[in-house]
């Protein structure tokens, strides 16, 4: 599913981005199977850190050498959120191409909670720019369960704060 600017641009005000966010579930054999797929002579990739970080549930990164894009894939993290954001994820369009990605809510979770991991002003804007353009259309109360059991509420108010809302 994608996560990260990506999905903030679908929900929320557009920020320019060389790089893709992706959360997956696979198995390292699936990995293999999946990179042997892409041209080397476009995509650059170090297989064994890729099925290192799919034994371990980490993430590994994919260029791409001819247009300058950086896709991370992110194992998909076993705890109770993690698990119902990638349960929630649904179809979405990026142009022109049908994708999968997090709901709005599930962005907005995510950032907030990489914003506390890395005290990074950025993903408070992203979470603004959601919720600029989507404030009416989220389910509040998802997001305000989620900020209470991860200890989002700081980052949850600037968020509010950024956008106006508070």
């Not at 950032?111 to 804007?125: N, P, T, V, Y």
């Amino acid at each position: 599913m994608i996560v990260g600017s990506f999905a903030s641009n679908l929900y929320g005000t557009g920020r320019a981005t060389q790089d893709i966010d992706l959360v997956i579930q696979a198995t390292p054999k699936q990995v293999g199977e999946l990179l042997s797929l892409l041209p080397k002579a476009i995509y650059y990739f170090d297989i064994e850190s890729a099925l290192e970080a799919a034994r371990r549930r980490s993430m590994f990164n994919i260029l791409d050498t001819t247009r300058g894009w950086k896709i991370d894939l992110i194992f998909q993290k076993a705890a109770p959120y993690h698990e119902e954001a990638f349960q929630r994820r649904a179809p979405a369009e990026v142009e022109g191409v049908p994708v999968v990605a997090a709901t709005a809510e599930d962005v907005v979770i995510s950032k907030l909670d990489w914003a506390k991991m890395g005290e990074s002003l950025r993903q408070i804007e992203d979470v603004a720019g959601i919720l600029k353009v989507r404030s009416e259309l989220l389910d509040r109360a998802y997001i305000e369960k989620w900020v209470a059991d991860l200890g989002l509420s700081q980052q949850w108010a600037a968020a509010r704060k950024a956008a106006g809302l508070e």
